[in-house]
């Protein structure tokens, strides 16, 4: 039907736009402390962009990506994340020109073709820092510490906080031969993802939602044992500058993410009070996308936080704000006269910085102060035969029904005075 949305959309109402500024606020709050920039890339790029970036044999490239030919022939995709937009962002506009490290972050929809859940739809909104241009570990700390604070600001105490390492191109290649000596002889025990992520990327078998509880899994060779000692060194200096911060986590072996440009540094934070969708928030470092996609080598660290799930989690646990959209005042004109005396007034109270609205039906005066109490106004400024002649304004206090008269030239100042 053409009333309704597509499946997996949906519209953000009136009513529900304090809750999303409330989030936005505090992100935008936080990121300013951190000295991040605020980034706002195209909601579509290249489809080999994201082939490239987030690698191909991921179900986001194989299966979750809304592309499409436009009409020259070039095939197109809606983002499905952020991170390779600002990457490509970063090089086509040479930002590494001004400064060594640049602190991003972003804020806006993405699209993946997937199950509508609770916290995910086919549109989506994520909240994503990236830093880029420096490979100092102290810098993964920052970034997870930023994600933290973030989620803490909103009230969100209860937070598991998991971290991991998926080593580099050296000693991955290691890993891999081990997990798939290990799998080998379990490939008709695992689902059809992880058949075919075997010969792909085997380490997604690892944090399989269908395979993980299996028992054989305990088994799997963890990473840990096949670190090369630049990545060692980088995980435990990570964990240094995290207990420096007082921060908690737990070492997951098993958490790998689930696209292809992650090295070392891996990290997730869940919400436990959400059960089986708990994360929200998750990242990790990225030193091999930006030669990946055309630019010199550069190692970065970021991490992407999904809106629709924070906001679960806070109307879950009562923690959204009472916001109360209260206007100064509503004007009720009785007559064709009051009625452009009252547009007058109306124009001249939003000039000076007054919330203010009034009655464009040509309703009878009961049905007019019945809309003021409706809109939730501080005052009814009540325009009539007397009024227009007088040159005053009636004024009623709409909370303790206490009612004045007063001049048109200084009701200005009063409804000012008393909206402070």
Not at 7 to 33: A, H, M, V, Y
Not at 196 to 205: C, G, Q, T
Not at 259 to 273: C, H, M, V, W
Not at 337 to 353: C, D, G, S, V
């Given at each position: 039907?053409?009333?309704?949305?597509?499946?997996?959309?949906?519209?953000?109402?009136?009513?529900?736009?304090?809750?999303?500024?409330?989030?936005?606020?505090?992100?935008?709050?936080?990121?300013?402390?951190?000295?991040?920039?605020?980034?706002?890339?195209?909601?579509?790029?290249?489809?080999?962009?994201?082939?490239?970036?987030?690698?191909?044999?991921?179900?986001?490239v194989d299966k979750e990506m809304y592309?499409?030919?436009?009409?020259?022939?070039?095939?197109?995709?809606?983002?499905?994340?952020?991170?390779?937009?600002?990457?490509?962002?970063?090089?086509?506009?040479?930002?590494?020109?001004?400064?060594?490290?640049?602190?991003?972050?972003?804020?806006?929809?993405?699209?993946?073709?997937?199950?509508?859940?609770?916290?995910?739809?086919?549109?989506?909104?994520?909240?994503?820092?990236?830093?880029?241009?420096?490979?100092?570990?102290?810098?993964?700390?920052?970034?997870?510490?930023?994600?933290?604070?973030?989620?803490?600001?909103?009230?969100?105490?209860?937070?598991?906080?998991?971290?991991?390492?998926?080593?580099?191109?050296?000693?991955?290649?290691?890993?891999?031969?081990?997990?798939?000596?290990?799998?080998?002889?379990?490939?008709?025990?695992?689902?059809?993802?992880?058949?075919?992520?075997?010969?792909?990327?085997?380490?997604?078998?690892?944090?399989?939602?269908?395979?993980?509880?299996?028992?054989?899994?305990?088994?799997?060779?963890?990473?840990?044992?096949?670190?090369?000692?630049?990545?060692r060194e980088h995980f435990e200096s990570?964990?240094?500058?995290?207990?420096?911060?007082?921060?908690?986590?737990?070492?997951?072996?098993?958490?790998?993410?689930?696209?292809?440009?992650?090295?070392?540094?891996?990290?997730?934070?869940?919400?436990?009070?959400?059960?089986?969708?708990?994360?929200?928030?998750?990242?990790?470092?990225?030193?091999?996308?930006?030669?990946?996609?055309?630019?010199?080598?550069?190692?970065?660290?970021?991490?992407?936080?999904?809106?629709?799930?924070?906001?679960?989690?806070?109307?879950?646990?009562?923690?959204?704000?009472?916001?109360?959209n209260q206007i100064d005042a509503f004007?009720?004109?009785?007559?064709?006269?009051?009625?452009?005396?009252?547009?007058?007034?109306?124009?001249?109270?939003?000039?000076?910085?007054?919330?203010?609205?009034?009655?464009?039906?040509?309703?009878?005066?009961?049905?007019?102060?019945?809309?003021?109490?409706?809109?939730?106004?501080?005052?009814?400024?009540?325009?009539?035969?007397?009024?227009?002649?007088?040159?005053?304004?009636?004024?009623?206090?709409?909370?303790?029904?206490?009612?004045?008269?007063?001049?048109?030239?200084?009701?200005?100042?009063?409804?000012?005075?008393?909206?402070?």
């Open positions: 039907m053409l009333t309704n949305a597509p499946r997996g959309t949906k519209d953000i109402l009136p009513s529900q736009i304090e809750n999303w500024l409330f989030i936005e606020n505090n992100i935008r709050d936080i990121c300013k402390r951190y000295c991040y920039e605020e980034i706002r890339t195209p909601i579509f790029e290249h489809t080999e962009l994201f082939q490239r970036g987030i690698g191909e044999g991921t179900d986001v592309t499409f030919e436009d009409r020259g022939g070039r095939s197109i995709t809606l983002r499905p994340e952020n991170t390779a937009s600002a990457v490509r962002a970063y090089l086509q506009n040479k930002l590494f020109a001004d400064k060594s490290l640049v602190k991003l972050f972003y804020i806006g929809s993405m699209f993946r073709y997937d199950r509508p859940q609770a916290g995910r739809l086919r549109e989506f909104h994520q909240f994503g820092v990236e830093a880029l241009g420096e490979q100092n570990p102290a810098v993964d700390a920052e970034v997870i510490l930023l994600a933290v604070d973030f989620l803490s600001s909103l009230g969100l105490n209860d937070l598991n906080l998991k971290i991991n390492t998926v080593g580099c191109p050296k000693c991955r290649p290691i890993y891999r031969q081990k997990l798939q000596h290990f799998f080998s002889d379990k490939l008709d025990s695992l689902c059809h993802d992880c058949q075919s992520r075997f010969d792909k990327n085997p380490m997604r078998i690892l944090d399989c939602k269908n395979d993980s509880d299996k028992d054989f899994m305990q088994d799997a060779p963890k990473i840990k044992d096949c670190l090369c000692d630049d990545c990570v964990q240094k500058f995290l207990k420096s911060a007082q921060i908690n986590f737990v070492i997951d072996d098993k958490l790998v993410r689930g696209l292809d440009y992650y090295t070392k540094t891996a990290f997730e934070i869940q919400y436990l009070p959400l059960g089986a969708q708990s994360a929200v928030a998750g990242g990790g470092r990225y030193d091999g996308l930006i030669e990946e996609i055309g630019g010199n080598p550069t190692p970065a660290v970021g991490f992407a936080a999904g809106i629709e799930r924070i906001l679960v989690a806070l109307e879950l646990q009562k923690l959204l704000p009472s916001i109360k004007i009720v004109a009785v007559g064709d006269e009051a009625e452009k005396f009252a547009f007058e007034l109306l124009t001249k109270l939003r000039r000076n910085n007054l919330t203010a609205s009034m009655d464009f039906a040509k309703r009878s005066l009961k049905a007019q102060m019945k809309q003021a109490g409706k809109s939730d106004s501080k005052f009814a400024l009540i325009i009539g035969e007397d009024e227009i002649k007088n040159n005053t304004v009636t004024v009623k206090n709409l909370s303790s029904s206490e009612q004045q008269t007063i001049s048109v030239d200084d009701v200005i100042n009063f409804i000012g005075k008393c909206s402070k």
